[in-house]
């Protein structure tokens, strides 16, 4: 039998360790009919992952010159921010720059459950402005340490809008 001190130690530390890493058990954004996820883009963890994951996708995909990052809306200035430091000098967002003559990178929907993520990017297959999109999911473990990390880049061969788009 567990010592009830043992346990509520246990439990104690772990509240205090998903508080402390900005744990965000159950996400989805855009939100889904009827579920019970968090759904604020502007949670550190939330942000976090979205920059780790546009990072991956520019990474695997390279875009030369400068490139326009669109977050899920809600997103605010200041997570904006800390996605674009995360990226680097190249990357554009709508309170830098407007410039339609870039190439964009969005970030379309975000699920994160428990400790993995799955964030569904579309990127431009060159560095031109208005090429056709690429979607490419990223798939991420997240150490109560260290923070998000990407264990996969996954890129689709179909329609931007087949993929992205519920079927009925």
């Known amino acids: 039998m567990i010592p009830w001190r043992f346990a509520a130690a246990s439990a104690v530390c772990f509240v205090a360790v998903c508080l402390g890493t900005g744990c965000a058990t159950y996400v989805n954004i855009p939100p889904q009919p009827g579920d019970v996820a968090r759904h604020d883009p502007n949670d550190l963890s939330i942000v976090q992952a979205m920059g780790e994951a546009l990072n991956a996708a520019v990474v695997d995909q390279p875009i030369q010159g400068r490139y326009a990052i669109v977050l899920p809306e809600g997103v605010s200035a200041d997570s904006y921010k800390v996605v674009a ?3 680097g000098e190249a990357a554009a967002w709508p309170g830098d720059v407007e410039r339609p003559d870039i ?3 969005e970030v379309k929907e975000v699920r994160i459950r428990g400790l993995s993520a ?10 031109t402005a208005g090429a056709p999109g690429q979607v490419a999911t990223v798939y991420l473990q ?7 990390h990407v264990e996969q880049v996954r890129v689709w061969r179909a329609n931007v809008q087949d993929v992205l788009t519920p079927t009925p």
């Open 118 to 127: 799955q964030v569904d990017i579309v990127r431009p297959t060159n560095s």
């Open 103 to 105: 190439p964009v990178v």
């Open 85 to 87: 430091a995360r990226l």
């Open 142 to 148: 997240q150490n109560p340490v260290t923070g998000w």
